[in-house]
């Protein structure tokens, strides 16, 4: 296939919008920084796994075929992002009494069921962290070898000084030090205030839950010592694109570069793009744990919230500018997707069955598939009129993922007039590749969800419509509107039909 629009990404390495090359054109190599399985993920983490999916699915729609690897960090990393705090899986095993490797196995578990409630494709590769430990210990043993390493006392650490332009990922002012980056001095005895764990000796007279026999002692793995040995195992020293949420450019994704350099050359960064999603903010701040005060996905479906509608929400904004997260533009968002999915059943309800079943079925993909295979098919003998929004399309997402423009050309082909129906199914089906928002199999009927504080029992609500139902019958339009309004005011929406009477959950929006 012949792509139109050539892809551009921002590269955070050089700060600046570039045009893609791949290093080996028949497979893109991608690596993702997973979520440390402490604690439920919440809804600004799972921003980084809409935008991770994002971008699979527009290299894939591009024509790309695409490796991409999730690590699981089920050990390794501390309260503070470098090497200050407590070990965060120590902790929660501390607070929930169980064992660190069930509290790993528990929270994993969840936030791959988030993944597949927000239709993200699953990785090529998840690689727990625990797993590759003597691959991290040979890896750092290269390092040591090397002389990019020093022990102290708590362990072993990684002189930044010994690396080329450390810092230039995150434009760091080494020199300078302020007060920025002295959050990620650590232990006394550094050399430098940027110097990193990369092994972390276990305590004297104290047996962590997770701790393995080292050339530096008994102890665990620094936190940033895992993506450079699981994204080389998997993807080779110098692979394509690495993403992460906004706040790992500053250091995280610097140790990093600097562990790549040291084992590969000074020439080795990793990836030749680094690409960050910027943060999810609440009106009091951005997205956070340490509070202890957070939203997860579930709370979102608590509220009666489908989980696809919070997707087309993160969608809604360019992955690189802040947004922030409300309830009312949750609604909003979710009326928009009704919106769309009544009129895709209006499309459909003017074709053939056999015409709806056979377009279902060449949406069927798995999360190995060629999306570029469906494209063809979805544009093959396209009108020009419906060809000319196809090339839309594909100029929208092509322009460093924009899906802000992609949804909102979604919703101008959906209602241009001058499209059969098929066609614009076909295009609406084209535009969710990418969105992935399932607009051909979702219903509107599917975004009803019953939220969890929701009291009202069916029979109290069907005993109130008959009330309602006998006042407008007997003319009492204001007793009708009360009753109405009483129980919309209690979270039931009521539809006046030709068949008849019928309500639905409405959201109870601005939970805890």
Known sequence: MTTQHPLRLFNSLGREVQEFQPID???????????????????????????????????????????????????????????????KMELAASREKKSIWDIAAHYTDVFKDDVRRLNILAPSHWTPATQHIQEMIAFARELDAAGYLYELEDGAYFDTSKVPNYGQLGLLDLAGMDEEHRRIDGPGGKRHPADFAVWRKSPAGVQRQMEWHSPWGVGAPGWHLECSVMSMKYLGEQFDIHTGGIDHRQVHHCNEIAQNQGYCGSGKTGANWWMHNE???????????????????????????????????????????????????????????????????????????????????????SSGGSLAYIRE????????????????LDAAVSNDLATPAAVA??????????????????????????????????????????????????????????????????????????????????????????QGTTFEWLPLIGGE
């Open 279 to 365: 943060f999810l903010i609440m009106r009091d701040g951005k997205m956070s744990k340490s509070s202890g005060k957070f939203l997860t996905l579930q709370s979102i479906v608590d509220q009666g919230i489908h989980p696809l509608v919070y997707r087309l929400f993160l969608l809604g904004a360019s992955y690189r500018s802040s947004l922030e997260f409300t309830w009312d533009a949750l609604v909003g968002t979710r009326a928009a997707l009704r919106r769309l999915l009544l009129r895709i059943a209006d499309l459909k309800s003017k074709m053939a069955d056999a015409e709806v079943a056979r377009l279902a079925g060449e949406m069927r993909y």
């Open 25 to 87: 054109p028949r497979n893109v190599r991608v690596y993702s920084c997973g979520p440390t399985v402490y604690n439920y993920a919440h809804i600004g983490n799972l921003r980084a796994y809409v935008f991770a999916d994002t971008l699979r699915r527009v290299l894939t729609f591009k024509g790309y075929n695409v490796t991409h690897v999730i690590n699981i960090t089920d050990v390794g990393h501390l309260t503070s992002d470098a090497d200050t705090g407590d070990d």
């Open 377 to 392: 098919q979805l544009t093959a003998g396209l009108s020009p009129k419906a060809a000319e929004w196809a090339d839309r």
């Open 409 to 498: 050309l979604l919703n101008e082909i959906l209602f241009d007039k001058k499209l059969a129906p098929e066609e614009g199914l076909k295009l609406a089906a084209l535009a969710d590749l990418v969105l992935g928002v399932e607009l051909l199999t979702l219903t509107a009927e599917d975004l009803v969800i019953r939220p969890a504080g929701q009291t009202l029992d069916e029979a109290t609500i069907t005993a109130r419509l008959a009330e309602r139902t006998e006042a407008r019958k007997a003319k009492d339009f204001a007793r009708s509107d009360a009753i109405r309004d009483e129980l919309q005011a209690q979270g039931v929406g009521i539809m006046d039909t030709p």
